[in-house]
């Protein structure tokens, strides 16, 4: 499967973006999608997951109440929908599919896309 992160931007603090990550060559639904960000200077963390067995979801402490992760199936696209943002959110957001267990942790990733930068800045 191959995987495309879009949607990163320039925001102000307190905004929203949508971000997008949408798959070709296989169906979404028979992975667990998780999102992950990396700011600069700081290791890779991971932000939310949706599970491919029963749809559930988790998030980081950082974004609880705040991002909502969901999935799309006639898009084949699995969002990552950011309120509230805040400066520390600035990150390069990267979205990654795991097809053999249902974890959500990187280094079980089998497929990552291309980083979209999000910038959360006045």
């Known amino acids: 499967v191959q995987l495309q992160a879009s949607g990163g931007g320039l925001v102000e603090p307190g905004g929203s973006l949508r971000l997008s990550c949408a798959a070709s060559g296989s169906t979404l639904d028979y992975y667990t999608i998780g999102w992950f960000r990396q700011a600069p200077g700081k290791e890779r963390e991971g932000v939310s997951c949706i599970s491919r067995r029963d749809g559930s979801t988790g998030y980081a402490d950082s974004v609880k109440g705040r991002f909502t992760i969901f999935r799309d199936k006639a898009r084949n696209t699995v969002y990552l929908q950011m309120n509230g943002l805040k400066p520390e959110d600035t990150a390069v957001y990267y979205c990654?599919?795991?097809?053999?267990?249902?974890?959500?942790?990187?280094?079980?990733?089998?497929?990552w896309g291309k980083g979209t930068q999000v910038t959360v800045s006045s």
């Open positions: 990654a599919a795991e097809g053999v267990g249902n974890s959500c942790n990187d280094s079980d990733m089998d497929y």
